[in-house]
């Protein structure tokens, strides 16, 4: 009972935590905006400049929704991963996913360039790359899928996936070796991650994937919480793990491809976030962690956008670059001072 309230407490101020760095977020710019007009302009009151509600609604908000179901998801899928081969190192991306859709994007962008017209593509916009980005992230997760249903041994699927991934790094080296150097500098910045290029419908897309991934992790509590224990005992517990591995797989395969396809490949959150839960809420059970990571993870992902955006200055700092300086020593700090990982 006393660990219920201390649980409920703390998401209390979670979300208020939420609240307020979502605001600040939205104020913060190379448009300073004052938190009253920021509030105002959210709820419909009066704005001392008529302009500050076209930045707040029509770039500003979009980015700062952007930023929480990138940071929601990519800590899920995490979760997920290190639960399922029970492995504090994975993170979404160790299927090798995320480079399924670097691939799909640099053939997209570098293509035609290096592959001597092989592939022509005369037009290349935000929702090109997404496109590009989601049908090769897809592709690599049907690989890993009938990869699965050969291969039983968890840790041996991990391999495998890294492998993936390491097949399609290779590649895209290739492809930016032959590339000219415009193009090679579109794939760069590509590559950087970006949280503010998504429109209204974009956005609403998004949501609605981000929404299908987080629905499956949840029909996947039951199986995540017995895998803890090993899979030889989640089995004597009555969990089929050839149906849960597929579950999980796919869940990760939509939030990570999803996300990496619409931002960037963006690093460092998926893995870090699941372990700064742990630290803090002091427990395994999935019912917990699910919605604390899902919280945890958009707050540090709009704190990360806000250091990126270095306010009263037209500059943006690489969202992938912020992510990690500001999460990496943060994790160091917690585990030195916790000296032990809970897992």
């Not at 409920?8 to 979502?22: A, P």
């Not at 604390?292 to 270095?310: E, N, R, S």
């Not at 992938?320 to 990982?341: D, E, F, H, Q």
Request: aromatic share 10%; proline share 3%; net charge positive.
């Amino acid at each position: 009972m006393q660990k219920t309230k201390t649980y409920r407490f703390s998401f209390l101020l979670l979300f208020l935590m939420l609240l307020l760095v979502f605001t600040l977020n939205i104020s913060s710019g190379s448009v300073v905006i004052p938190i009253k007009d920021t509030l105002n302009a959210i709820f419909g009151g009066i704005v001392q400049n008529e302009s500050w509600n076209y930045i707040i609604w029509d770039y500003r908000i979009p980015k700062a929704f952007t930023a929480i179901l990138v940071g929601s998801g990519l800590a899920l899928s995490g979760l997920l991963m290190q639960t399922l081969f029970r492995n504090p190192l994975a993170g979404p991306f160790v299927l090798g996913i995320s480079s399924g859709a670097s691939l799909g994007a640099a053939l997209l962008i570098m293509g035609s360039s290096a592959l001597a017209g092989l592939f022509s593509f005369g037009f290349i916009n935000d929702v090109s790359l997404a496109i590009a980005a989601s049908i090769g992230s897809f592709l690599v997760l049907l690989v890993v899928m009938s990869v699965a249903t050969k291969v039983k041994d968890t840790m041996a699927l991990l391999i495998i996936g890294l492998m993936f991934g390491s097949i399609t790094a290779a590649i895209v080296s290739v492809l930016s070796y032959f590339t000219s150097a415009e193009k090679l500098q579109q794939y760069i910045y590509w590559s950087f991650g970006s949280l503010g290029n998504l429109s209204w419908p974009q956005l609403g897309l998004l949501l609605g994937i981000v929404l299908l991934g987080i629905v499956l992790s949840i029909l996947s509590i039951k199986s995540l919480n017995a895998l803890l224990l090993g899979e030889n005992y989640a089995q004597s517990l009555g969990v089929n793990m050839k149906k849960s591995r597929y579950l999980i797989i796919i869940a990760t395969g939509i939030l990570a491809g999803s996300i990496t396809a619409f931002a960037g490949p963006i690093a460092f959150v998926g893995l870090a976030v699941p372990h700064l839960t742990r630290q803090i809420f002091d427990t395994t059970d999935h019912r917990i962690l699910m919605p604390a990571v899902l919280v945890y993870g958009a707050i540090l992902m709009l704190l990360c956008d806000t250091i990126a955006q270095l306010p009263a200055s037209a500059n943006v700092l690489p969202i992938n670059a912020i992510t990690s300086i500001i999460g990496a020593p943060i994790v160091i700090w917690l585990l030195v001072r916790k000296r032990k990982m809970i897992f």
